[in-house]
């Protein structure tokens, strides 16, 4: 009671909030733009409490996967590779290829129906916790922000100062981080791509010889610096779908970051040595009017509106509420995780049947993935008749066709191939080699002769199934054409 509130000042451009609420407004122009369409820079103030740590803590953790990601090694695989160029993508050291593309579709299925019903139940948990724009604006390029220029304030004042050394130092040093950071993630995701090898490669070799990739690295590198230079909290409003797609997903029992109306209206400054009684029978609530939640908002909102699409569930304003409530003796969770149902009813957080429904499709789902791993082939073949040879017909009789073989080794060994004949009589030859050795997780390509007698023939063009062997066990039977002479 005897520690003053914390100055009680609104962003620039934007005014206290005043009772009764305008609840219109504020829907009607996104909080990061003017009416006019003019952008509206936003300067928060560094939040700090117990979300605020446990979000730091959770974004070092996944920033330390994103930037480990494909240096890490399992069985000689990058821990997550997603080589469009080779068509080769590496999840937890197992290497998927075009032929698994039914475990792809199902696994974005899986992953869309998991967002839905994390959403549903949740709400923005993704937005807050875990998406890496969030984590880099807010725990990385924001930090370093507030290091290099200070907190809100002192930006406000450096932004507003008419240019000096000082000004050009601070902002040329913040900005020569920025991009130097942004080239680092713009190399890490292009390890993503080609390969923590081939980028390894091209860093220590002569860069003339890779003034393309340079090039393209630069464009990278410089879309990033926009992004969280310049675009910033306008990526999530602009260009993010998902704070517009989540309106269809959230109802009144979402847990979502939400502000106790009924405890805190009718909003009025607090007065030191204030009787809560008194305060009571004024008709004033525990919100004291003191703007710190819109202070400390990375877009810009005003929580007490209600849910809003550029609320990204960061948890800054729990922080800063709960700080002041601390401050004059009232109880904390003013705002805090809530469903709708929970603040205008006291019911707590139930397990509906819309999302019962979306749990039943997202098991089916899962089940399906699961299945589909388990039984994926160790090897995939494609056996084609040459193109453009004819049969060929031996001094004994035999007649012979060239084949091309193309073989995915999906498994973690080199493994050594054989071909036979299922179901009829004679004999497929390796070309050049009594066996055909696969590399693990390499595609291998040879050409193989396959010889009938011409008595099985059933035609010009006879239906064949060759099997294929690894280590004396059939892991494949491949059917093909076979031609001969007419009949």
């Known amino acids: 009671m005897s520690e003053p509130l914390p100055e009680c000042e609104p962003p620039a451009g934007q005014q206290k909030a005043s009772r009764p ?8 122009h996104l909080a990061t733009s003017e ?48 080589n469009i160029v080779e068509r080769r993508f590496s999840i937890l050291g197992h290497l998927f290829w075009p032929e698994d593309g039914i475990i792809f579709a199902v696994a974005m299925l899986t992953f869309f129906a998991g967002i839905m019903i994390f959403t549903t139940a949740f709400g923005r948990l993704w937005c807050g916790w875990t998406c890496p724009q969030t ?17 809100a304030h002192e930006q406000r004042a450096l932004a507003a100062a008419p240019w000096s050394i000082r000004k050009a130092v601070k902002k040329g040093l913040k900005h020569a981080v920025f991009l130097g950071l942004s080239f680092l993630i713009g190399n890490t995701l292009l390890s993503y791509i080609i390969g923590s090898d081939a980028l390894i490669h091209i860093i220590t070799s002569d860069p003339r010889g890779h003034l393309v990739g340079l090039g393209f690295m630069g464009v990278f590198t410089l879309i990033f610096y926009a992004i969280f230079a310049r675009f910033r909290e306008q990526a999530c409003t602009f260009i993010c779908p998902y704070g517009r797609f989540q309106s269809t997903l959230l109802d009144e029992n979402t847990m979502v970051v939400a502000y106790d109306h009924k405890r805190g209206e009718g909003r009025a400054p607090w007065k030191r040595d204030q009787r809560m009684e008194l305060r009571r029978n004024e008709g004033h609530g525990d919100c004291v009017d003191c703007h710190q939640c819109v202070a400390v908002c990375p877009t810009g909102i005003d929580i007490r509106n209600g849910v809003q699409m550029e ?20 109880p904390r969770g003013l705002i805090r995780y809530a469903s709708l149902n929970g603040i205008e009813h006291g019911q707590p957080l139930r397990f509906t049947a819309r999302m ?16 589909l791993v388990l039984n994926r082939p160790d090897v995939q073949s494609i056996i084609l ?23 995915l080794n999906k498994t973690h060994r080199n493994l050594p191939l054989d071909f036979k004949l299922e179901g009829r009589e004679g004999r497929v030859v390796v070309m050049g080699a009594k066996q055909f050795l696969v590399p693990m997780d390499q595609l291998a390509e040879t050409s193989v002769i396959v010889e009938l007698d011409p ?33």
């Not at 890490?72 to 590779?81: A, D, K």
């Not at 008749?385 to 073989?407: C, D």
């Not at 294929?468 to 054409?481: L, Q, W």
Request: glycine share 8%.
């Open 35 to 82: 009416k006019d369409g003019r952008r509206r820079w936003i300067f928060a103030r560094q939040p700090a409490g117990q979300w605020y740590r446990w979000r730091t803590w959770m974004s070092w953790v996944l920033i330390g996967i994103m930037f480990a990601g494909p240096f890490v090694r399992i069985q000689s695989n990058p821990l997550l590779m997603f």
């Open 311 to 330: 609320c990204v569930n960061c948890t800054a304003c729990i922080d800063a509420c709960d700080s002041v409530m601390t401050k004059i003796g009232l």
């Open 455 to 487: 008595a099985t023939l059933t035609g010009s063009t006879t239906q064949i199934a060759i099997g294929v062997f690894a280590e004396g066990k059939r892991v494949e039977t491949v059917k093909t054409a076979f031609v001969g002479p007419r009949r």
């Open 385 to 407: 008749r040459a193109p453009g040879t004819l049969f060929q017909q031996a001094a004994e009789g035999r007649i012979s066709n060239l084949y091309t073989v193309k073989v």
């Open 356 to 371: 019962k429904l979306y749990s039943v499709v997202l098991t089916g789902l899962v089940s399906l993935f699961v299945f």
């Open 21 to 28: 609420v305008d609840w219109g407004d504020f829907r009607e």
């Open 135 to 151: 984590i880099m604006m807010e725990m990385v390029f924001r930090k370093l922000e507030y290091l290099i220029e200070g907190d």
